[in-house]
Nanobody, 128 residues
Framework: QVQLVESGGGLVQSGGSLRLSCAAS????????IAWFRQAPGKEREGVAS????????WSANSVRDRFTISRDDAKNTVYLEMTNLKLEDTAVYYC?????????????????????WGQGTQVTVSS
């Protein structure tokens, strides 16, 4: 049974930092990507960052590229999203997702349809 458990969300002031964690278990994909998505109230879910299970290939959205860093700890089966210089517009529920890396995957790593398993989400609220 696939399990993705997010943690690390919370309330932070603008300009502050948070580190999200996604503990993954129960899947047997040989080659996969783990990603972070987010969804703000009244908005569509959007891809934030994604990282490969194999060679460390990663992607991040333009809106966060200079502030957020995705990384993984294979020994702990955990993927992290280090978020710095948080802005009000970063407020959202952040979701962890896993999907196989199919041909053409990295052309659209932000496509939620490419991910088969999702966590329950963790709330990040940035205050002024």
């Amino acid at each position: 049974q696939v399990q993705l458990v997010e943690s690390g969300g919370g309330l932070v002031q603008s300009g502050g930092s948070l580190r999200l964690s996604c503990a993954a278990s129960g899947f047997t994909l040989d080659l996969y990507a783990i990603a972070w998505f987010r969804q703000a109230p009244g908005k569509e879910r959007e891809g934030v960052a994604s990282i490969s299970s194999s060679d460390g290939t990663s992607w991040s959205a333009n809106s966060v590229r200079d502030r957020f860093t995705i990384s993984r700890d294979d020994a702990k089966n955990t993927v992290y999203l280090e978020m710095t210089n948080l802005k009000l517009e970063d407020t959202a529920v952040y979701y962890c997702a896993v999907g196989p890396i199919r041909p053409g995957f990295w052309a659209r790593p932000d496509d939620s349809a490419g991910y088969d398993y999702w966590g329950q989400g963790t709330q990040v609220t940035v205050s002024s």
